[in-house]
Each structure stands twice: as structure tokens, then as C-alpha cells.
């Protein structure tokens, strides 16, 4: 009977001591199985509309960064080049000729400021030969008529100068109907070399519908690329759980398509709010119903050195251990990275 009593404190003991070590082991180890892997996606779409007229890769296929995807019908972009650089060399010649006509404009006013010192020379020797009665009081008169003149005609002249410099503007490459007439160019330029459409990282096509001779409008996704320089996990733990949790961590991550081969990562960071307050209908607890319910907080791990013979795809499920109890590693740097946040980038 005391043997048996033995076995029982012994079992108990050691059940309690199992329950109690498996117990801290998942207070510094929190594990969860809500995990999905993710990575960048960048939502290709073209910068100018047109008629697709090559598409070079296909449904699923693994393209590297700047390889040509698809290429527009070119045809129309050229026509609005060369309309553009022939409506430069026109602006060109047009301010040429306006500050042509400057130049005459200031040329003839030079000249008949010339003719007015003139007139008020004559006019002026003519007063002092009058007040000597050598010559008569009609000479004066003639003189001071000739004076008025030349200085109506010298305001008319300016005049014209004002006019000219106003129509011609800024002289040079600086006159506003050049810088237009350059911008036209440097779009048209633009447009034509969009017509192109290279991949901006490297990845796999996914969504692709499109065929030669389609229509495609610019910023409308055309297709999508998944880019594989980098991968991670969103974990949402349980907020029970998050108490050792910090970025530089280290993460072991269980794929389910891969289950005999761990993949290792890095805690990145935590997110400042539960899933649930960003969803489309966010809980609304104020009211007489409201029951306690453990929320979800997403954790976000960086993949370290995915293994090209285990490719992981978008979105397949895991289940990931952090261990609290290491040394974080670059710890500053996970807490101030941001380059693993999806985007919506178009090339």
C-alpha cells in the first residue's frame, strides 16, 4: 500500500513538475499557429494607356528585377515626339524673330534720341542767334516744331520697344514659350519611354490576363508580381502572450508545406493595435452585451535567408516560436526598418 502511495506522490510530482515545465517554457517560448507568410507585391501598371503590343512573360513565371514585361505600341508616342520637337525649333525661331524685332525696336529708339539732342541743339543755337536779331522769330518757331517732333517720335519709338519686350518676354531658353515647348518634349519623351514596362524587383507573375492587343489604361493594374528578395511572417499572438515579446528576437517558423524543414527569423516589430480595430466593422463594446474576449495582436517576423529548394508562396499557413529568453539581435535596426512593409509600388 505504501509502495503504491510512492508510485502516486511520484507521479503526481512529476506530472506537476511536466505542467509547471512545460508551462515556462511557453511563457518564454509563445507560439501560435495564426500565421501567414507574406512578402511585397507590387501591383503592376502601366504610366501611359495603349495597346499592349508584346508581353514577354506569363502566368506564374519567375521574372528578375528590370526585365521587360510588356511593351505599348510605340506608334503614337513617336508622332507626339516628333510633333513636340518641331513645335521647340518653332518657338525657338518665333523668340528669335521677337527679340529680332526688340533689337530693331531699340535700335530705332537710339536713333531717334539722336535726332532729338539734335533738334534741342538747333533749337537751342537758334534762341541765342534770335535774342542777337540774327536770324527771325519763324526760325525759333521752326526749331521748337522740329524739337516737339523729334521727342513725339522718340515716346513713339519706345513705345514700340515696350511692346516688343513684353510680347518677347524673357529673352534666351528662359522665354516662356521655350520652357513649354521643352516640357512637351521632355513628356513626350517620357511618355515613349513608358512604353516599356520592366519588373521593379524580382518575383513571380501572378493575375495575368493580359494578351497582345489589349487595351491597357495607365495606373490600372495590369497584373500582379510577388517580389522574393524578401519574406516574412504576421503572426497574431494572443495579447496574453505579448508581455516578453521585442523586436530583434529570434523566431523558429514551421511551414505547413514544408513541415520537416524549419525556416529562422527575426522579430521585427509589433503593431500598435489589435486586429480587430482595423477592420471593416470594429467591435463596439460599449454596450450592455459586451463580453471579455482575448484579442490578437499582428507580429511581424523577417525571414532570414529563405531557402530557394523550400520557395514559400504568399499567404500559406505556420506556426511560429519566438524565443524571449535570447539576446535580441539588431534590435535598433529591426525597430527602424520599415522596407518590409507591403506596397502598392508601379513601375
Request: glycine share 4%; with cysteine.
Amino acid at each position: 500500500m505504501q509502495k503504491r502511495i510512492l508510485i502516486l506522490v511520484i507521479v503526481i510530482v512529476l506530472g506537476a513538475s511536466g505542467i509547471w515545465t512545460y508551462q515556462a517554457y511557453a511563457t518564454h517560448h509563445p507560439s501560435t499557429e495564426d500565421a501567414y507568410v507574406g512578402a511585397n507585391i507590387v501591383r503592376v501598371a502601366p504610366r501611359v494607356s495603349g495597346r499592349v503590343a508584346t508581353l514577354s512573360v506569363a502566368n506564374h513565371q519567375f521574372v528578375h528585377k528590370d526585365e521587360v514585361l510588356f511593351s505599348i505600341d510605340q506608334t503614337p508616342f513617336r508622332f507626339a515626339l516628333e510633333q513636340a520637337d518641331a513645335e521647340l525649333a518653332l518657338a525657338k525661331r518665333e523668340v528669335a524673330q521677337a527679340e529680332a524685332t526688340v533689337a530693331s525696336a531699340d535700335a530705332e529708339v537710339h536713333n531717334r534720341q539722336v535726332l532729338l539732342d539734335n533738334a534741342k541743339s538747333k533749337l537751342d543755337r537758334a534762341k541765342r542767334l534770335a535774342r542777337k536779331d540774327y536770324i527771325s522769330t519763324e526760325s525759333v518757331t521752326d526749331a521748337e516744331a522740329d524739337y516737339k517732333s523729334a521727342a513725339a517720335n522718340l515716346q513713339v519709338a519706345q513705345a514700340k520697344l515696350e511692346e516688343a519686350n513684353r510680347e518677347l518676354g524673357k529673352p534666351g531658353d528662359e522665354n516662356d514659350r521655350i520652357v513649354q515647348a521643352k516640357a512637351g518634349l521632355d513628356q513626350a519623351q517620357w511618355q515613349l519611354d513608358n512604353t516599356t514596362v520592366a519588373a521593379a524587383c524580382a518575383g513571380t507573375v501572378s493575375e495575368l490576363n493580359l494578351q497582345p492587343g489589349n487595351v491597357v489604361n495607365a495606373d490600372k493594374d495590369a497584373f500582379v508580381l510577388v517580389c522574393s528578395n524578401q519574406y516574412w511572417v504576421d503572426a497574431n499572438y494572443k495579447e496574453t502572450q505579448l508581455e516578453n515579446i521585442r523586436p530583434g528576437q529570434p523566431a523558429t517558423i514551421h511551414v505547413d508545406m514544408y513541415p520537416d524543414h524549419p525556416f529562422h527569423g527575426i522579430v521585427e516589430n509589433v503593431s500598435a493595435a489589435t486586429g480587430s480595430v482595423f477592420s471593416l466593422l470594429p467591435p463596439q463594446n460599449a454596450n450592455g452585451n459586451w463580453v471579455k474576449v482575448i484579442q490578437r495582436v499582428p507580429v511581424r517576423i523577417r525571414i532570414d535567408h529563405p531557402d530557394p529548394a523550400f520557395p514559400l508562396l504568399v499567404g500559406t499557413s505556420t506556426t511560429v516560436t519566438i524565443d524571449t529568453t535570447a539576446k535580441a539581435k539588431n534590435q535598433k535596426v529591426a525597430e527602424n526598418d520599415t522596407s518590409t512593409l507591403p506596397n502598392t509600388v508601379k513601375p
